[in-house]
């Protein structure tokens, strides 16, 4: 499985936009980007994922790179809500390959 | 539209017992896969079912079998059981209409804590 970067952990204000990024230098041309995000207690829960565009859903924005090798997860209003464990996964077969993930807290 | 739902929640077991643990799929669904989850390991692949076969395996010991009924619920299934065992286990549905499954999205359920003693 092609390897994902990201930082240990992020901080940030209610309300305000969080940027998460994520590095995977070795993507190939059919892996899918995906993002889960995990709160306290829960099981992992989907959030977006995209292949070459960037994609838009109700929960956030994925921004990928035009070469494909980083893309970043994009919260537009932070909530105490999105604090959570997220994990940037590149898909390139039947099972997801979890890594340590980012820690996002977020401060009220 | 009921999610994912594993039961039981949480389970006390002792060294050399076995359990099994359940799991129920969104409607609709067919594949259902397993996941372990640890402080030191993080979370980690068991197998994946589709159509009551088991398609996909990941990298444990013979210890750990499933099955899938035909209406796609699941069952897995650790005998011997032993301390490291102990970990969060989580289910996951999907269509699974892709054999590869890289462009559909997995839901999962609340998992379920078993504790080895």
């Known amino acids: ?108 | 539209k009921a999610g994912v739902t594993q039961t039981p929640r949480y389970l006390i077991k002792t060294r050399g017992q076995q359990v099994t643990l359940s799991c129920s799929p969104i409607s609709g669904h067919r594949s259902v896969s397993w996941y372990q989850q640890t402080p030191g390991q993080g979370l980690q692949f068991l197998f994946e079912y589709f159509s009551e076969t088991q398609r996909n395996k990941g990298n444990f010991p013979g210890r750990f079998s499933g099955r899938q009924f035909s209406n796609s619920r699941s069952e897995m299934n650790v005998s011997t059981l032993e301390l490291g065992d102990s970990a969060l286990y989580l289910c996951a549905s999907s269509f699974g209409g892709d054999s590869l499954g890289t462009n559909e999205k997995l839901f999962f359920g609340s998992g379920t804590q078993l504790s080895v003693l």
């Open chain 1, 1 to 108: 499985d092609a390897k994902t970067t990201q930082p240990n952990s992020m901080e940030s204000n209610e309300e305000e936009p969080v940027h998460l990024p994520c590095n995977h230098s070795t993507i190939s041309g059919t892996d899918y980007i995906h993002w889960y995000r995990q709160l306290p207690s829960q099981g992992p829960e989907y959030v977006i994922h995209g292949l070459t565009s960037n994609v838009n859903n109700r929960m956030a924005s994925l921004a990928i790179a035009e070469d494909r090798k980083s893309s970043t997860l994009i919260l537009h209003r932070a909530t105490l809500r999105d604090a959570a464990v997220y994990y940037c996964i590149l898909r390139d077969d039947y099972k997801l390959s979890f890594g340590a993930g980012t820690t996002v807290t977020v401060r009220a």
